[in-house]
Protein backbone atom coordinates (compact mmCIF):
# COMPACT_ATOMS: atom_id res chain seq x y z
CA UNK A 1 0.00 0.00 0.00
CA UNK A 2 1.10 3.39 -0.62
CA UNK A 3 -0.40 6.53 1.11
CA UNK A 4 -0.66 9.96 -0.35
CA UNK A 5 -1.00 13.25 0.74
CA UNK A 6 -0.98 16.45 -1.37
CA UNK A 7 -0.40 19.87 0.19
CA UNK A 8 0.13 23.68 -1.03
CA UNK A 9 -2.71 24.15 -2.71
CA UNK A 10 -4.55 27.74 -2.53
CA UNK A 11 -5.86 30.87 -4.39
CA UNK A 12 -3.36 32.46 -6.38
CA UNK A 13 -3.49 35.50 -8.67
CA UNK A 14 -3.36 34.82 -12.60
CA UNK A 15 0.16 34.95 -13.88
CA UNK A 16 1.41 33.53 -10.13
CA UNK A 17 3.03 30.71 -9.37
CA UNK A 18 2.46 27.85 -6.73
CA UNK A 19 4.39 24.64 -5.83
CA UNK A 20 2.64 21.67 -4.67
CA UNK A 21 3.67 18.31 -2.78
CA UNK A 22 3.08 14.83 -2.14
CA UNK A 23 3.97 13.08 0.37
CA UNK A 24 4.41 9.19 0.09
CA UNK A 25 4.48 6.50 2.68
CA UNK A 26 4.44 2.99 2.75
CA UNK A 27 6.10 0.78 0.29
CA UNK A 28 9.53 1.67 -1.42
CA UNK A 29 9.02 5.07 -3.24
CA UNK A 30 11.40 4.53 -5.84
CA UNK A 31 9.23 1.09 -7.25
CA UNK A 32 6.46 3.42 -8.21
CA UNK A 33 6.21 6.18 -11.13
CA UNK A 34 4.44 9.50 -9.48
CA UNK A 35 2.11 11.32 -11.30
CA UNK A 36 -0.34 14.79 -11.34
CA UNK A 37 -3.91 15.21 -11.94
CA UNK A 38 -6.32 17.54 -12.06
CA UNK A 39 -10.19 17.83 -12.24
CA UNK A 40 -11.86 21.09 -12.71
CA UNK A 41 -15.45 21.66 -11.84
CA UNK A 42 -17.80 19.61 -14.59
CA UNK A 43 -15.26 18.46 -15.97
CA UNK A 44 -13.27 14.77 -16.43
CA UNK A 45 -9.67 14.11 -14.32
CA UNK A 46 -7.10 15.17 -16.36
CA UNK A 47 -3.52 13.94 -16.48
CA UNK A 48 -1.09 16.69 -15.81
CA UNK A 49 3.11 15.40 -15.21
CA UNK A 50 4.10 12.27 -14.34
CA UNK A 51 7.37 10.51 -14.41
CA UNK A 52 7.49 7.67 -16.76
CA UNK A 53 9.64 4.38 -16.76
CA UNK A 54 12.85 3.33 -14.85
CA UNK A 55 14.11 6.82 -15.42
CA UNK A 56 11.99 8.72 -14.40
CA UNK A 57 11.46 10.97 -16.75
CA UNK A 58 9.37 13.59 -16.64
CA UNK A 59 6.50 14.11 -19.19
CA UNK A 60 3.64 16.57 -19.39
CA UNK A 61 0.45 17.67 -20.71
CA UNK A 62 0.10 19.88 -23.86
CA UNK A 63 -1.69 22.26 -21.98
CA UNK A 64 0.88 22.63 -18.80
CA UNK A 65 4.04 22.40 -21.15
CA UNK A 66 6.59 25.28 -20.38
CA UNK A 67 4.49 26.23 -17.38
CA UNK A 68 5.01 23.67 -15.16
CA UNK A 69 7.71 21.08 -13.55
CA UNK A 70 7.45 18.03 -12.21
CA UNK A 71 10.48 17.16 -9.30
CA UNK A 72 11.00 14.39 -6.79
CA UNK A 73 13.07 13.75 -3.73
CA UNK A 74 13.72 10.36 -3.01
CA UNK A 75 15.26 10.73 0.30
CA UNK A 76 11.95 12.25 1.49
CA UNK A 77 9.79 10.59 -0.58
CA UNK A 78 8.05 13.09 -2.08
CA UNK A 79 7.02 14.54 -5.58
CA UNK A 80 6.19 18.08 -6.11
CA UNK A 81 4.59 19.89 -8.96
CA UNK A 82 6.24 23.61 -9.51
CA UNK A 83 3.30 26.01 -11.42
CA UNK A 84 4.11 29.25 -13.12
CA UNK A 85 2.29 31.81 -15.25
CA UNK A 86 -0.94 30.33 -13.56
CA UNK A 87 -3.96 30.91 -15.76
CA UNK A 88 -7.74 30.60 -14.91
CA UNK A 89 -8.40 27.62 -16.41
CA UNK A 90 -5.80 25.85 -14.50
CA UNK A 91 -8.31 25.39 -11.49
CA UNK A 92 -9.09 22.19 -10.19
CA UNK A 93 -8.44 20.07 -7.77
CA UNK A 94 -5.01 18.35 -8.01
CA UNK A 95 -4.05 15.03 -7.31
CA UNK A 96 -1.03 13.13 -7.05
CA UNK A 97 -0.91 9.73 -8.10
CA UNK A 98 1.46 6.56 -7.86
CA UNK A 99 1.47 3.68 -9.85
CA UNK A 100 4.14 0.87 -10.54
CA UNK A 101 7.00 1.60 -13.00
CA UNK A 102 6.37 1.58 -16.60
CA UNK A 103 6.82 3.97 -19.68
CA UNK A 104 3.67 3.81 -21.37
CA UNK A 105 -0.13 4.96 -20.72
CA UNK A 106 1.42 6.89 -17.84
CA UNK A 107 -1.11 9.84 -18.66
CA UNK A 108 -3.77 7.10 -18.36
CA UNK A 109 -6.19 7.42 -15.11
CA UNK A 110 -6.39 3.54 -14.78
CA UNK A 111 -2.54 3.04 -15.21
CA UNK A 112 -2.15 4.67 -11.30
CA UNK A 113 -2.78 2.41 -8.34
CA UNK A 114 -3.11 4.94 -5.58
CA UNK A 115 -4.36 8.29 -5.22
CA UNK A 116 -4.45 11.51 -2.93
CA UNK A 117 -7.37 12.95 -1.66
CA UNK A 118 -6.43 16.38 -3.73
CA UNK A 119 -5.63 19.47 -2.94
CA UNK A 120 -7.83 22.78 -4.65
CA UNK A 121 -6.14 25.54 -6.56
CA UNK A 122 -8.00 28.32 -7.56
CA UNK A 123 -6.31 30.94 -9.45
CA UNK A 124 -8.14 34.08 -10.46
CA UNK A 125 -8.06 36.54 -12.83
Known amino acids: QVQLIESGGGLVQAGGSLRLSCAAS????????MGWFRQAPGKEREFVAA????????VYAYSVKGRVTISSDNAKNTVALQMNSLKSEDTAVYYC??????????????????WGQGTQVTVSS
Open 26 to 33: GRTFSSYN
Open 97 to 114: AARRIYYMDYDRIDSYEY
Open 51 to 58: FAGSGNSP
